[in-house]
């Protein structure tokens, strides 16, 4: 059996590395909070940007002729009444 000193500087010692440890993972989580939620920011500010890249690009694309049998709007009848229209 160890004498009193000893016993009070190993308990103290003890407690005084469970309270570090337990800051020390508070302080480690709050900057783990703080980075998971910059990140999810981040992807939603990215997430955001492909979609505005997206419409623009939609937007500049030039109409397709719907004189185009290719094209799934092409319309037969309305081409054939506008050929009668203009003749």
């Known amino acids: 059996m ?7 500087v190993r308990y ?3 407690f005084t590395g469970v309270v570090y440890g337990w800051y020390h993972r508070r302080t480690l989580q709050a900057a783990h909070d703080v980075h998971k939620i910059e990140a999810a920011a981040y992807q939603r ?6 979609a505005k890249e997206a419409w623009m690009k939609k937007q500049a694309a030039p109409p397709q002729s719907a004189d185009d049998p290719e ?8 081409l054939i009444a506008r ?3 203009t003749s």
Do not use: C, M, Y
């Open 2 to 8: 160890g004498s009193p000193t000893v016993n009070v």
């Open 12 to 14: 103290t010692a003890l």
């Open 45 to 50: 500010e990215h997430l955001i940007a492909q």
């Open 71 to 78: 094209d799934p709007r092409f319309d037969l009848e309305k």
């Open 83 to 85: 050929w009668e229209a």
